[in-house]
C-alpha cells in the first residue's frame, strides 16, 4: 500500500523502530487474545513504526486477513466501522467487568476505572466513520 521508498533513516534508528514495531505488535496480540486490552491502539502504533523504518512490513500487516481490514480503514479510509467500534467497546466493557469480579478493588479504583472506561468509550464513539477515498477524489 505504501509503495514509497525506505525513508532516509540510519540503519541503527530503524531498527529500534523495528523493535518497537514489534513490541506493539506483540501488545495487540495480547489485546486480542485478553478481554482487558483492546488490540487496534497497538495495532496502530506497530503500523507507525513500520512505515517509518520497513514499509514492506507494513504492506504485509495492511494485508493480513485479521489485522489488515481495520489498519486500511484507519490508515486510508480515515475511520473506523461500526463493527470494530462496537467490538472495542465491549472489550473494554468486559474487561472492567472481568476485573471487578476477580480482584479485590478499592472503591476508589472502581471510580477511577469507570471515568476512564466511560471516556474510552465516548472517544472510540466519535472516531467517524470510513469513507470511501475514490468519493473524495
Not at 497497538?42 to 514492506?56: G, Q
Request: proline fraction near 10%; glycine fraction near 4%.
Amino acid at each position: 500500500m505504501s509503495e514509497s521508498p525506505i525513508p532516509p533513516l540510519d540503519w541503527s534508528k530503524r531498527l529500534i523502530y523495528l523493535g518497537l514495531a514489534s513490541f506493539f505488535f506483540l501488545l495487540a496480540i495480547v489485546g486480542i487474545l485478553m478481554p482487558i486490552m483492546p488490540a487496534t491502539p497497538f495495532l496502530l502504533v506497530t503500523s507507525y513504526f513500520l512505515v517509518r523504518s520497513f514499509p514492506k512490513l507494513n504492506d504485509l500487516l495492511l494485508k493480513a486477513p485479521y489485522f489488515g481490514p481495520i489498519l486500511y480503514d484507519w490508515e486510508v479510509r480515515k475511520g473506523m466501522r461500526t463493527s470494530v467500534k462496537l467490538q472495542a467497546i465491549a472489550t473494554v466493557i468486559v474487561g472492567w467487568a472481568i476485573s471487578i469480579w476477580l480482584f479485590p478493588i478499592p472503591d476508589w479504583a472502581l471510580i477511577l476505572m469507570g471515568v476512564v472506561l466511560v471516556a474510552i468509550v465516548v472517544v472510540i464513539s466519535f472516531v467517524p466513520a470510513p469513507h470511501d477515498p475514490e468519493k473524495d477524489s
